[in-house]
């Protein structure tokens, strides 16, 4: 006999699976992404912000039903889409709020608004500014000459932005003054002035206050040297000490895409999965933006670091001065190529150049290659893209290294990227 399940039941049935599951997590001090179509595979004890809950609405519910029959509080949105972040009630933990909202079918799926962080901030690197360093500190050092800086050519990924998603950029430095939009936003501080700054605070309360504070800076100027004339978007999402959440990541990525951004810098991370980042992402790869992000800086195997294990995002991994894995970065098949990530000099805070190692600096050489390569070929797709920075790079020799066949195709060649779209000249 065929059975068929009406939407009603089939909707609850579904349900009931995820409320088991919630039930499980908060006996067992976790929370996660729960409901009938979350597709991260385990649960697990990621931190996130307090009393605050992403649900990814059902057809035919809205943010005032939730409001009006759970007392919830709308805290944001992302446009045109099901997702809202909102504002748990007394008297409700995320677990049993969450199981109320699956079982009334209010909501296909709810997580945490998990904190994120870049890699440096997870690991406690911090810039060396002595305040002696200069712009021909930042052009000379061999990592430009290690990735064939492309120098005196046509192509300089004029008419391309590249947007930021990091703690600002600081618009007066004068080597990403005349290159910086004025159309980003602060989704931290909640106004439309995405300055990289400091603020003498010590949020994340470890004694030490601005660990971050000019890492957005740090990572426009690696891209503003190797793609001069694009323009950049600086989209804070990331405080001065380096941390974020989920959802203001995912507002910098919306906003990202309605601005026209053609890539995404993403030097920060998440150590889950996340349905709310992994829609947005979906939604920026369909317009065709190229999506490059750090693999982090725990110095271990990694197939799950967020978002670069997604196949929409281009990961990558950071090489010490000897083209080996730099001590600090991670490695795994989540890699697609490597660039140089130890000692790099760049712009900085107080209009000066810091040196700061990390994965994030590495990523800032692969964001560069991909607006050149975007610029050479303007109807390209993201995975096209993709495949143009793997097959262009240089293959490195890690035979007997543990990472072997784990640090992606190679080491970024951005000159090659170029000459193979046959705009050199």
Not at 56 to 73: K, N, R, V
Not at 299 to 305: G, I, Q, R, V
């Amino acid at each position: 006999m065929i059975v068929r399940m009406t939407t009603r039941r089939f909707i609850l049935a579904r349900a009931l699976v995820s409320v088991a599951l919630l039930m499980a997590l908060a006996t067992g001090c976790t929370q996660s992404t729960v409901g009938p179509n979350a597709s991260e595979p385990a649960p697990s004890a990621v931190a996130s912000v307090p009393d605050e809950l992403v649900a990814q609405l059902a057809p035919g519910w809205t943010t005032l039903d939730l409001e009006s029959q759970w007392g919830t509080t709308t805290l944001a949105i992302i446009p045109g889409s099901p997702f809202a972040l909102l504002g748990i009630p007394a008297g409700y933990t995320f677990a049993t709020l969450s199981a109320e909202l699956l079982l009334a079918g209010a909501c296909l799926t709810c997580e945490p608004n998990y904190y994120i962080a870049s890699p440096e901030a997870q690991q406690g690197s911090i810039a060396v500014y002595e305040g002696d360093f200069t712009h021909e500190d930042l052009a000379d050092q061999t990592a430009m000459d290690r990735v064939r800086a492309p120098r005196g050519l046509g192509n300089k990924g004029d008419g391309i932005i590249v947007a930021i998603l990091d703690t600002g950029i600081d618009p007066t430095h004068p080597d990403l003054a005349a290159r910086v939009r004025t159309d980003g936003y602060d989704f931290v501080s909640l106004d439309a002035d995405p300055l990289d700054e400091t603020d003498g605070l010590d949020q994340d309360l470890d004694g030490a206050t601005d660990e971050g504070a000019g890492h957005g800076t740090h990572v426009a100027g690696i891209i503003r040297f190797l793609a001069p004339d694009a323009e950049l978007l600086p989209v804070r999402v990331l405080d001065t000490e380096g941390n974020g959440t989920i959802f203001a990541f995912s507002q910098g990525i919306d906003h990202a895409t309605t601005i026209g951004a053609h890539v995404i810098n993403l030097s920060l991370a998440l150590d889950s999965y996340s349905t709310v980042g992994h829609y947005v992402i979906q939604q920026a790869n369909l317009q065709g933006i190229v999506m490059v992000s750090s693999i982090g800086n725990d110095a271990s195997f990694t197939t799950t670091h967020f978002p670069a294990s997604l196949p929409e995002v281009i990961g990558v991994a950071a090489l010490d001065a000897a083209d080996l894995k730099a001590g600090f970065s991670n490695y795994g098949p989540i890699v697609s190529v490597s660039a140089p990530g130890e000692g790099i000099t760049s712009a900085y805070l107080f209009q000066g150049y810091a040196t700061w190692s990390g994965t994030s600096m590495a990523t800032s050489f692969v964001s560069a290659a991909a607006a050149l390569a975007r610029r050479a070929a303007i109807t390209d797709t993201p995975a096209e893209i993709q495949t143009r920075l793997e097959t262009t790079a240089t293959a490195l020799d890690h035979t007997g290294q543990p990472y072997q066949g784990l640090m992606g195709t190679g080491r970024i060649d951005v000159l090659g990227v170029v000459l193979s779209s046959g705009q050199g000249s």
